[in-house]
């Protein structure tokens, strides 16, 4: 039998992290380089956001990666509906970060991973989890 | 070094889950290699500008108000 891989959002400050090779948050170019073993769902939010962070040049590059593995990279130019946005506002989220929430919840997507410390404290009792790069990771290694 | 004749052959040989297997292992690793050469161009970038050594507290802030500048902008109630 096998087992689906785990299909994750991965937010921007773990693409912008890992890409930067940061040493405060080693475990997020650790985890773009597991890409593969799991499944990445890249919403229109994050994707406007690294739009900003790279270069036209360097995003062309980012999509051209895309699009040569569709079977475990997702892009979604969908809008996060404006109702869940309200949603998870209303529970605490800052509207950034509910529209990232309200990404995963309209592409199903039920883990997110981010390094977000006021986002992974706020959303709690709701059907999204927020995890860290090192707990995807340590996630990762149990399923070997 | 193996020809890509004697590659192919090999491959061949091999049942199709192993095949299937290596191939996805390719996938992934030309991937990751793709990753890897973006991730230097990036750094490059930044060493260049100066801002490749920031404190993460700053490109924290900076990420912060882009997500929120967009938020903002596109679900703007």
């Known amino acids: 039998m096998t087992t689906q891989p785990e299909r994750w959002l991965l937010d921007t400050n773990v693409w912008v ?24 769902v890249i919403p229109l939010q994050v994707l406007k956001e690294l739009n900003v962070n790279l270069t036209k040049d360097e995003i062309s590059n980012f999509y051209n990666l895309i699009s040569q593995q569709p079977e475990w990279m997702e892009l979604s130019w969908a809008a996060a509906p404006a109702e869940r946005v309200s949603f998870y506002q209303e529970r605490g989220c800052r509207k950034g970060d509910a529209v990232i929430a309200a990404h995963a919840e309209a592409l199903g997507v039920r883990s997110i991973v981010s390094e977000n410390r006021q986002f992974l404290q706020t959303v709690k009792d709701l059907p999204l989890e927020i995890v860290s790069a090192t707990d995807a990771l340590a996630r990762l290694a149990r399923r070997l | 070094m193996q020809s890509i004749d004697d590659l192919a052959r090999k491959i061949t040989s091999l049942d199709p889950a192993e095949q299937q297997a290596l191939i996805d292992k390719v996938a992934q690793l030309n991937f990751q290699k793709g990753l890897h050469d973006l991730a230097e161009k990036y750094r490059s970038r930044l060493a260049s500008e100066g801002r490749l050594n920031i404190p993460a507290e700053q490109v924290w802030a900076e990420l912060h108000r882009i997500r929120q500048e967009i938020a903002a902008h596109d679900y703007p109630a």
């Open chain 1, 17 to 40: 992290f890992g890409l930067r090779h940061d040493e405060s948050i080693p475990d997020c170019a650790n985890l773009l380089e597991r890409i593969g073993s799991f499944s990445v």
